[in-house]
């Protein structure tokens, strides 16, 4: 077998930090479930051409699979590809089990995606994503577009996350201004503005005049790019710019919506900023970019929108809208700043010590009594001397040695020192003792 | 787009199924925390030369992955396949990361894994998988062959699954027996043993005898295999058929001590059964198989046994026992038997009615400090009259609808018609109502 190395882009835990992730999915989960989400899990993988044609980077994204025995006249898992993200499986459970789900469906997805993108800092070809979703049937209310930002900010605000920011734009302002402007390949234009982070605005223009548009086009549409605010005034911002275009009327009506409704439920925590475009094209309404304030430069920690016309059977549309945290990018980026972290790297709770290999049916039977009442225990993996159970336990940060003494059992804290008396049918330890905790530590950076 | 089928091998849930399978997802993980069994994932690609050679059945089944815009110059991604179990993934996991592992090293791992076998009924491509793992460095005690299978068996007794036996054999116990008959080809006489269930002991005769066994090795090691007891008499039945050999030796005390030692913690639990042997080669010593009882037919549900040589990095061995539950295929065997269902297809427990889209506000925050007591609530989808927003609820089998009354906030139970006034603030619903329940039903067959 030869040397074993890490795999670019598919990043693992070792445990005391799976439990940071650990709860970060269960806190997740929970805000999910109490705002009414149903969970479903989706199949990895989809038929390629489904898969295929949502966007410039989704494309060369796409892993293939096949089955290495596959003989030629076998064709099981040809033309199969693993998901680059969960908006896409879903909206094709929508159409292939309507008739079994009720409208508007809420649900929750979290699961594993996969990207074949060159792999660099906070970007993995295997991450797990966290989506919520609304769907319904034929029409969808607007309202929604502000609901999903509240439930993921509810999620964000029980989780040790540094102060975050969603930013949010409604393609359509984009769309209607470049139609306004005369510039109708919407999605080139889409595209190179959008790497106004990367290249900056004088490149932007540039692409867009060798692309086709006049100088005066291209300069007005890094201008829009360059619009923000906190409350509605950014619809006065547009409109001194002077373009006109019924899109973009009503993209500036539904952002505006947006940001009102969301100034009475959460004043600050959305940013109208039409610089935010998300590198898919099934998106047709609000989208949405997640920030942690101050790394704007690491990228998002998640984001969705509005996509209007992703499921549909031809008869009926499905109009959905979703926001997603990239819960592995978020996660590591706490881990590796040095802000987080598990504060052992077992559940355990209590090592019930063994002095003679002979008292291990004893000791099995402390452990369940102990378990009984949810309290993690494991017995020590041999007998061995008071020093080497305590170094055990030490090494792995669990916080109780069981011994048998010819005084009936006793419980030690082997933090500080302390050993008492204790009945496994009635000792407990303190609360906060119980399950392993999230440490937030002090900013390193 | 093409019409949407489902594909083969790849099930997925309706929303009040999942349910049932994240009520089973959650009770394994409690068990397994309450015993001890850190979490870790692992990614989902192993370097295809890893998944290879594990045995007849692995190699037939591994699905390769490759980026579809991959360039000839650009190999990321050559040689790399989906993971067919979590045993050879965890053993790389600690190979790569013992210097950062406290040993004995408990695990629990939930991941799905993916095979690329003929799909048939009980058979999955793709599978969820629940784990636990316990490996050391150099020398791993006998004492965790009968650990693992009461961590899976206290695992089990918490969920709704019919009665289940664990049957157990040791590997050396057939490589003994061989060797000590002359046939020293063990892996081609232990594979052709292994379809006695599929073919028959006629048939396995056959074909032994066309691998090169004689007549009388062939029906012996047929014999062998219907050895079975629920004590440790299994013994004497061996020693009946005169093989001798010192692995013979080794393999009958190493499981007369499981069997006695599991009579003393969990009698009738384990079956001895010198049938059981696992597709996979990594197993060195003691072999698992769960089955429900009187569904033998329809296979194991789970399984898994001792490797001594699979994690090893040339200096150090790190021996293990493990178990798995085929979450998958036990949960979708429930549920398409009749057996379980969700109660209800959503987490939520209210439906706070609208009777006018201007209350919208007013009833997210009556939402809100529900949710603040851990109550599931969406606040209804539009306005409607008091029928149609009955409807809503019942169709998804949310319990309790919330109005807002000339006399205040009222909540209705739909079941019973009654409605009471309800404060925000302290109203709750009976603990029962609060999540969905996993119901299960009489048994159809």
């Known amino acids: 077998?030869?040397?074993?190395?890490?795999?670019?882009?598919?990043?693992?835990?070792?445990?005391?930090?799976?439990?940071?992730?650990?709860?970060f999915l269960d806190v997740i989960r929970e805000t999910f479930e109490l705002h009414g989400f149903a969970s479903i899990e989706t199949r990895a993988v989809e038929p390629v051409e489904r898969l295929s044609n949502q966007g410039e980077d989704a494309d060369k994204e796409i892993y293939g699979i096949r089955r290495l025995a596959a003989t030629a006249d076998d064709d099981s898992g040809a033309n199969l590809?693993?998901?680059?993200?969960?908006?896409?499986?879903?909206?094709r459970y929508v159409l292939e089990h309507s008739g079994k789900l009720a409208f508007p469906f809420r649900r929750y997805q979290i699961q594993k995606v996969w990207r074949g993108e060159r792999p660099q800092e906070g970007r993995y070809r295997e991450f797990t994503q966290a989506d919520i979703d609304i769907v319904d049937s034929g029409e969808l209310p607007n309202h929604y577009e502000v609901e999903l930002p509240l439930v993921i900010a509810d999620a964000l605000r029980k989780l040790p996350v540094p102060e975050f920011v969603i930013k949010v734009n409604n393609r359509k302002i984009p769309e209607g201004f470049y139609r306004g402007l005369g510039l109708d390949d919407v999605t080139t234009v889409l595209r190179i503005v959008d790497?106004?982070?990367?290249?900056?605005?004088?490149?932007?223009?540039e692409r867009l005049v060798e692309a086709g548009a006049t100088d005066k086009q291209a300069k007005l549409a890094v201008q829009l790019a360059d619009i923000s605010s906190t409350d509605t005034s950014f619809v006065e911002q547009v409109r001194a710019l002077g373009v006109e275009h019924p899109?973009?009327?009503?993209?500036?009506?539904?952002?505006?919506?947006?940001?009102?409704?969301a100034a009475e439920h959460a004043p600050g925590l959305l940013m109208a900023d039409l610089r935010i475009a998300r590198g898919l094209d099934y998106y047709t309404g609000a989208v949405y970019e997640i920030y942690l304030?101050?790394?704007?430069?690491?990228g998002s920690v998640g984001g969705g929108g509005r996509y209007d016309a992703l499921a549909s059977d031809g008869r009926t549309t499905y109009p959905g809208v979703g926001i997603s945290i990239g819960v592995s990018r978020l996660v590591h980026r706490l881990i590796s700043l040095g802000l987080l972290k598990g504060s052992r790297s077992t559940p355990t709770a209590v090592l019930i010590a063994l002095t003679a290999e002979e008292d291990r049916a004893e000791a099995m039977r402390t452990a369940a009594a102990l378990r009984q009442r949810g309290i993690p225990v494991e017995v020590a993996p041999a007998a061995a001397k008071f020093g080497k159970q305590i170094k055990f336990a030490d090494r792995r940060g669990i916080p109780f040695v069981w011994f048998s003494t010819d005084n009936g059992p006793e419980v030690k804290d082997i933090r500080s020192g302390e050993q008492v008396p204790a009945d496994p049918a009635t000792w407990t330890p303190p609360g906060e003792d119980v399950r392993p905790q999230i440490e937030a530590l002090e900013e390193n950076s």
């Open 293 to 298: 304030v101050g790394q704007e430069s690491f």
């Open 195 to 205: 790497k106004i982070d990367k290249i900056g605005p004088d490149k932007v223009v």
């Open 247 to 261: 899109t973009l009327d009503e993209g500036l009506e539904q952002l505006g919506a947006v940001m009102a409704a």
């Open 81 to 91: 590809g693993l998901h680059f993200d969960l908006t896409v499986p879903f909206a």
């Open 1 to 23: 077998m030869s040397k074993i190395n890490p795999i670019s882009g598919f990043p693992e835990f070792l445990p005391s930090d799976r439990i940071v992730e650990q709860h």
